[in-house]
């Protein structure tokens, strides 16, 4: 994410490394620069100038402490001022109705489906609601089986008339039906459609003014850049929508949508897809992303997401089994899946301060567990608990039912077998078993 930008600007900031102070001269030599890596970036223009002034002014207009070097302020003068271009601080839903009614509009393509399943799923487990998915797209084929797929995945019912093309209509029946059955949450997909398209947005708006959304939700596709903010411009003439959703933020997007769009149609970007999976949307807080886009990365997100993944009573069990040496390959396999959940693997290792630059060429499979899945998930139920039963020829066996080699399944026992004495001489806290346990797949063999 932001990988281009994120090394662009730190080579801008480097005019500034070695001198002794703020001059005109080499403020407007480095904030040239930065304006360049912003269009490359594909924010829009008006916006990478007014942000290069504004940062200009305040550079200029700053006595800078003989402890601060003049490159370290302008990092920090280019942070705060990214941060509060895309809004300053997070802004969450606004859920007052009974039930609560949030209506998804975008582009075909953009991800509205996939992200309503998403936010509905993040109701679910951390809020605690019991939404509704509704399906108001009745004219992409098989799009209402596409949302009773995604719903199955998270355990939430889907609203749907198949023979009825009146989306008032369904939506309408959708929120008595939620009423009946006490569900405080009602998410609406809708079908894309262009602004230009005259017909489709009438319908949009009739559909907002009949059901008075609590949130109307604009989704938009990160990697499309400017055109991601030209478009939302002309969808919110059109709606008025109450914020905006980043998606495919894990792509190779160049950031210019999530830098420019809070500024150009004044609405909050709200949430953020971060992959494929059900648990990959993410809160937007615009200090962090700034953070990830300067290349500081981003501890408290990874944090929070491995609070989400690691309950606290999963982690005593642990630490007891840990503290006498049972830890077997069954816990091994559940902190494999639990560390997956939180998200892509490099995109997680990009948070960690340092980190991103340094892996930014490396290539990391999102697969690379798959392998060492296999060979665990090859081990009968005894051997799995009892490690040290596992003797040549059951090492065979294993091989031959995993599609590996022998010497691959000695190789995962031998750094089992090191993690697990690791771990016992870690404390007990989640993070430290996370982290002890990734450090053991480290080496491991690639399948």
């Known amino acids: 994410m932001f990988e281009n930008l994120s090394e662009r ?40 100038k007014s942000f290069t002034d504004t940062v200009k002014k305040k550079a200029l207009g700053m006595n800078v402490l003989t402890a601060v070097k003049p490159g370290q302020m302008m990092v920090k003068l280019v942070h705060d001022e990214l941060a509060d271009l895309m809004g300053g601080e997070s802004v969450g839903l606004k859920l007052d109705g009974r039930p609560s009614i949030i209506l998804m ?14 936010l509905a799923n993040m109701l679910k487990r951390k809020q605690h609601k019991n939404p509704l998915l509704v399906a108001c797209d009745v ?36 929120i008595k039906e939620a009423k009946s059955k006490n569900h405080d949450v009602v998410i609406i997909d809708t079908a894309g459609r262009l602004a230009v398209d005259e017909g489709m947005m009438n319908e949009i708006e009739t559909l907002k003014n009949s059901v008075h959304p609590d949130e109307t939700l604009f989704v938009v596709d990160a990697m499309t ?48 897809g971060t992959g494929e999976k059900m648990e990959a949307i993410d809160v937007f807080h615009p200090a962090r992303m700034a953070d990830r886009i300067l290349g500081m990365g981003d501890i408290v997100s990874l944090v929070e997401r491995a609070q989400e993944q690691f309950d606290e009573e999963e982690a005593k069990r642990l630490q007891k089994k840990i503290q006498k040496n049972k830890f077997d390959f069954n816990d091994f396999l559940g902190q494999i899946q639990q560390i997956k959940k939180m998200g892509n693997i490099k995109d997680l290792a990009s948070m960690i301060p340092g980190v991103g630059k340094a892996i930014k060429d490396v290539d990391i499979d999102n697969n690379a567990f798959k392998g060492i899945e296999a060979i665990i998930l090859s081990m009968t139920p005894k051997e799995r608990t009892n490690p040290e039963i596992l003797n ?30 690791m771990m016992k001489m870690m404390t007990g806290s989640k993070m430290n078993q996370m982290m002890s346990a990734m450090k053991g797949m480290r080496n491991m063999p690639k399948m």
């Not at 480097?14 to 703020?22: S, T, Y």
């Not at 480095?30 to 008006?46: E, F, Q």
């Not at 509009?105 to 998403?118: I, P, R, Y």
């Not at 039912?401 to 077998?417: A, C, E, N, P, R």
């Open 392 to 421: 040549t020829s059951r090492r065979a066996r294993i091989a031959k039912g995993s599609g590996t080699t022998v010497q691959d399944v000695s190789k995962l026992i031998k750094q089992f077998d090191q993690t697990r004495k």
């Open 105 to 118: 509009s975008g582009l075909q393509g953009s991800g509205k489906t996939t992200f309503s399943g998403k």
């Open 9 to 48: 600007l730190e080579r801008s900031f480097k005019i500034l490394k070695g001198e002794g102070k703020i001059t005109e001269i080499n403020v407007a030599e480095t904030l040239k620069d930065v304006r360049r890596a912003l269009l490359d970036a594909d924010v829009n223009y008006k916006v990478a």
């Open 139 to 174: 004219y992409r084929p098989a799009a209402i089986e596409q949302l009773k797929v995604v719903a199955g995945q998270i355990g939430i019912p889907v609203y749907s008339e198949p023979d009825n093309k009146n989306v008032v209509e369904i939506a309408q029946n959708a």
């Open 225 to 272: 850049g400017q055109d991601a903010v030209n478009t939302a411009k002309e969808f919110n003439d059109r709606l008025d929508f109450d914020g905006v959703v980043l998606t495919k933020l894990d792509g190779d997007t160049r950031g210019g949508a999530a830098i420019s769009i809070r500024t150009v149609v004044a609405k909050p970007i709200k949430f953020i």
